[in-house]
């Protein structure tokens, strides 16, 4: 009888040891659902598990991936800097049409300067995301699209006097960042809007 008894409760202390190991297990998973739920309320992009598929040839910083704008010898210039540490994709829309001008490939921590952008009105755009999908002119995933609240009027001022002829021309610049504390805040855009052509 005392041996059955501690049979009994030798099996009811493995049962014990099994059921808190399994409730041991099952705590990772729940607290990382409890991270998922913060960032999501925080608006952050939960990570992806696999990118998937890539670009297996990186197109030049401030090469022209997409679009109809002519760069030319002369023109009005346009820098960015990515501040994010994430890879950009970066648009140059035309404001009164909504036409893609220009795409560009920016990676983290990376500056370019666009040369040669013609007259026109322009409102940039711009997306983070993990890597350029394999035709390396959009993004595997977009983790957020911005664009700029206000348009930039690109003009070509041309003063001529008696003496002398002047062209001035202008210069933007913009920092990219995921941070909420820039003095110039983006609008957030969906995905849909950001891919249109």
């Known amino acids: 009888m005392i041996v059955l008894f501690g ?14 190991s399994a409730l041991q297990a099952a705590e990772p998973a729940s607290r990382a659902d ?10 952050l992009a939960p990570t992806p598990e696999a990118v998937g598929p890539t670009c297996t040839m990186l197109p030049a910083i401030g090469e022209k991936l997409a679009g109809d704008m002519e760069l030319a010898e002369e023109g009005h210039s346009i820098a960015i800097q990515n501040a994010a540490m994430r890879d950009a994709l970066v648009k140059i829309r035309h404001a009164d049409t909504g036409r893609l001008a220009a795409s560009f490939f920016l990676p983290r921590q990376e500056a370019m300067t666009v040369e040669g952008v013609p007259d026109g009105i322009y409102r940039l755009q711009y997306a983070f995301g993990p890597a350029l999908a394999p035709d390396c002119r959009t993004l595997t995933r977009i983790i957020r699209a911005s664009q700029m609240p206000e348009v930039d009027e ?11 002829t002047e062209v001035k021309r202008s210069t933007v610049s913009y920092e990219l960042s995921v941070t909420e504390t820039a003095n ?13 052509e």
């Open 7 to 20: 049979a009994r409760a030798l099996g009811l202390a493995a049962v014990i040891i099994l059921s808190s």
């Open 34 to 43: 409890a991270f998922r739920a913060a960032d999501e309320a925080a608006g």
């Open 154 to 164: 690109l003009k070509t001022h041309v003063i001529d006097d008696d003496e002398h």
């Open 184 to 196: 110039v805040k983006p609008v957030t855009i969906d995905a849909a809007a950001f891919n249109a």
